[in-house]
């Protein structure tokens, strides 16, 4: 049985941690002087009542939560955290749309990146950055987040864990999962100030290094200028952007492991970084073929933007360098690709993940001796390793699961006036957390701002499920989660 009690204690002790950075944004609007200081002061009020409010309702409530509350409560919360973080973008009136609002805001939580802001250059220097905050935030998990700063007010974070995090399976460094939150942030924290410094040096501001890190980091995309990246027309900014984009998109416990612990080895043996690798250069190299062969491309810039663009959809972070919609289409279908299959699990980038594409590879291989030597036993190995057979089951259920919302969401958004190619990449950008789609009516450099409402809603939807993997929102939607026993 679910208690909503410990449910809305939670979800209340959490939002005190929105309202405290929709504070640090306040600060910032006061020190720019621009005209959403009441815009985050008032946001941060209603945060807060918020906050009492659904504490208030769970104040007798304990702190153990089982199984299915932790499945509510991380879908949950990422509703809840978005309904009230799009209030700076309402009450500025820069996004008066609900509709608008919303879709951002979760597509700044889910590290989607997909905007409805035409023109992004308008929008004051806070809501710039409370853009790409949100991306940060969300890139490692909301509840992931309080369990490395506050385990205490988490009960059951192992459950919660399991709800919010990516991958088939998890991989535990410490017998305490707060410790494990609190390496993984570290490397976290080192990538994105890794890239603060890098933008700084190559000569981008302070303001914009800090947004630009954020969202990359995320593997978001959000950006402070409307061209992204390609602002600033330096292929030193873009490699910069490439190399941090690549390490967002690793695992950060192989990250971890790598630096910290000194196993250089275990880079070289991991199964799913080597496939990572394998398709970043095959796809890279294709493009840049077609970029020199038929549309003209020097090789060097052909090279540089084929691998930029390639990084930034294998890892979900969705800038751009060029305009890959005026490329040859044989491009988009590599792209598209690349948008699905994603980057690695235990990272901030979303997609099917390369782990998962490796246990099918081998899936496959096993099948195909199975038919030449039908009495073997071929167990499934990843890094040297047995795979339970258990996994084999839930990765077939999700990659049928994925498919079939994918063509489901496709069939809806064609059905409401959006051309096929558009439709198709927009349901796949919004499950798989990219941000852009593939076509000339909205392609990779425009925002969404003509999708019809229900399908902005709809898309809000695809980039929640995407982000939580799937299952942990549609078991909600089944019978037996609700019932006593």
């Known amino acids: 049985m679910v208690r909503f009690s410990i449910v809305s204690k939670i979800i209340g002790q959490l939002l005190f941690l929105e309202a405290a950075m ?24 209603f945060t807060v009542c918020g906050g009492l409010v659904f504490k208030f309702y769970g104040r007798n409530a ?11 409560v ?7 955290f978005c309904a009230f973080g799009m209030l700076p973008l309402l009450i500025s009136g820069y996004v008066p749309s609900v509709t608008d609002a919303y879709f951002e805001t979760m597509s700044g939580f889910t590290t989607t990146g997909a905007t409805i802001i035409d023109d992004v250059e308008c929008l004051p220097h806070t809501i710039l950055f409370w853009r790409s905050l949100t991306h940060w935030i969300g890139g490692l998990g909301i509840v992931f987040f309080t369990i490395a700063i506050l385990p205490s007010v988490v009960g059951g974070s192992i459950k919660v864990f399991a709800a919010e995090s990516t991958g088939p399976m998890q991989t535990k460094m410490h017998p305490r999962l707060s410790t494990d939150a609190k390496w993984i942030w570290m490397v976290y924290l080192a990538i994105t100030a890794a890239c603060v410094l890098s933008f700084r040096v190559a000569g981008m501001g302070l303001f914009d290094s800090v947004c630009y890190s954020m969202s990359i980091a995320g593997t978001g995309g959000f950006a402070t200028h409307n061209d992204s990246l390609a602002h600033f027309g330096s292929p030193a900014i873009e490699y910069i952007g490439t190399l941090f984009q690549f390490l967002a998109g690793m695992n950060f416990t192989l ?7 000194g196993q250089i080895k275990k880079l070289f043996i991991n199964s799913e970084f080597k496939l990572y690798c394998w398709v970043i250069a095959v796809s890279t190299a294709l493009i840049a073929y077609f970029l020199v062969s038929r549309s003209g491309y020097e090789l060097d810039d052909a090279v540089r933007h084929a691998l930029f663009q ?13 305009d890959a919609g005026l490329w040859p289409h044989f491009t988009w279908v590599v792209l598209g690709f ?9 990272s901030t980038s979303g997609g099917f993940k390369c782990i998962r594409g490796v246990m099918v590879l081998k899936i496959i291989r096993n099948e195909l001796r199975q038919i ?3 009495n073997a036993v071929l167990p499934i190995k990843i890094n040297r390793q047995n795979i339970q057979m258990s996994h084999v089951p839930s990765l077939l259920a999700f990659f049928v699961t994925y498919i079939l919302i994918c063509l489901f969401a ?16 927009i349901a796949l950008s919004s499950i798989s957390n990219v941000g852009p789609a593939l076509g000339k009516t909205i392609g990779p450099t425009m925002s969404w701002s003509s999708l019809p409402e229900g399908v902005k809603w709809l898309c809000s939807l695809l980039m929640l499920i995407g982000r939580l993997e799937i299952m942990t929102v549609l078991v909600l939607f089944t019978r037996g989660f609700w019932k006593e026993n």
């Open 22 to 45: 929709m504070m640090v944004c306040l600060v910032m609007a006061i020190c720019y002087r621009e005209d959403d200081v009441m815009a985050f002061l008032i946001s941060m009020v």
């Open 62 to 72: 304990g702190n153990e939560l089982n199984r299915r509350e932790a499945y509510l």
């Open 74 to 80: 991380v879908a949950l919360i990422w509703v809840v």
């Open 255 to 261: 990250i971890y492991v790598v630096l910290f612990k």
């Open 310 to 322: 390639t990084v930034t959809f294998i890892t979900t972070t969705g800038m751009f360098s060029d």
């Open 338 to 346: 690349c948008m699905f299959i994603g980057s690695c699990a235990g």
């Open 372 to 374: 030449l030597h039908p």
């Open 410 to 425: 496709s069939t809806v958004i064609i059905l409401s006036g959006v051309d096929d190619t558009n439709s198709i990449t």
